[in-house]
């Protein structure tokens, strides 16, 4: 696929709820899956193993927004830089993430991420990657610092087909920390496909929280190259945990000198998970 942008958009939580790992614009429009694609604007912050399939300098900076009367508003905010040039020793990302919630009559709460990740190659089809997590979580009144650490892997069966499985926050949370702004242990698993330069098909399953298995959250999608730089993409997701689908859908325009991704997604169930979602990126070199 056409990866030599960066693409980064800007997609929140639940309402009340802290932020999980960002997703950019290009995932959020295929039913928030794509873990096992090679997407520079996804690598930095689902999955630093796909770093060594990459080559370059990138830089991007994404906004977004959603708004419900009952509920308030959200506001995201994204940056990130990959290193993966000829005489990089190590490909590595750094990526900062915020998300804030400002209520109805409710104090502002703002969700930080400060990520940094590191991969390698164990040869051609298999790669590794760690990445460290610095998360805050700023309330009314209360301060919370989490460190933690996400470990993934990515095996390329051919050149258009890939699986990988990410463990994300290895470390327990502590006590200290409120069950609702802890970090949740998880296990990832995806698989992505691509028929002849023209479609993209993505598919990601997600445990609960432990690893465990009871309620999993399920995406997928299909992206289509309708010419030469646009591209089309559609997807759903099933949330067991809250009961809830999202409709994802889509546009991207991945042009020479610049990339432009836009995505919007739906739930009827849960008003909370409707988002727009726009970003700009350019190569550096």
């Not at 299909?222 to 809250?242: H, P, T």
């Not at 008003?271 to 970003?279: A, E, G, I, M, P």
């Amino acid at each position: 696929m056409k990866t030599q942008l960066i693409s980064l958009a800007l997609i929140g939580v639940a309402f009340g709820a802290p932020a999980g790992a960002y997703i950019g614009s290009v995932s959020s429009a295929t039913g928030r899956s794509g873990v096992a694609a090679v997407e520079v604007g996804e690598a930095p912050f689902s999955n630093a193993a796909t770093l060594p399939f990459l080559r370059g300098y990138f830089f991007s900076a994404g906004w977004g927004s959603a708004q419900q009367t009952e509920l308030g508003t959200t506001q995201d905010l994204a940056v990130s830089l990959i290193d993966n040039m000829k005489e990089t020793v190590v490909p590595t990302s750094l990526s900062y993430s915020q998300q804030t919630y400002s209520g109805n009559s409710l104090p502002v709460d703002q969700h930080q991420e400060l990520r940094l990740g590191v991969a390698d190659l164990v040869n051609k089809r298999y790669s590794f990657g760690l990445a460290g997590v610095y998360q805050t979580d700023r309330l009314a009144k209360e301060t919370f610092h989490q460190l933690n650490m996400q470990l993934s892997g990515l095996m390329a069966i051919s050149k258009n087909w890939g699986f990988a499985a990410i463990a994300n926050n290895m470390i327990p949370a502590g006590n200290k920390v409120p069950q609702a702004y802890r970090q949740q242990q998880g296990l990832t698993l995806g698989t992505s496909y691509e028929y002849k330069d023209v479609v993209r098909f993505k598919f990601d399953v997600s445990s609960d929280s432990g690893y465990s298995w009871g309620h999993p959250l399920l995406g997928g999608g299909v992206e289509n190259y309708l010419d030469k730089w646009v591209i089309f993409r559609i997807g759903a997701q099933r949330d067991n945990q809250v009961a809830a689908n999202i409709y994802t859908a889509g546009i991207g325009f991945a042009g020479p000198k610049f990339s432009l991704n836009y995505a919007y997604q739906n739930s009827s169930e849960d008003q909370s998970l409707t988002r727009h979602s726009v970003d700009l990126a350019v190569p550096l070199w």
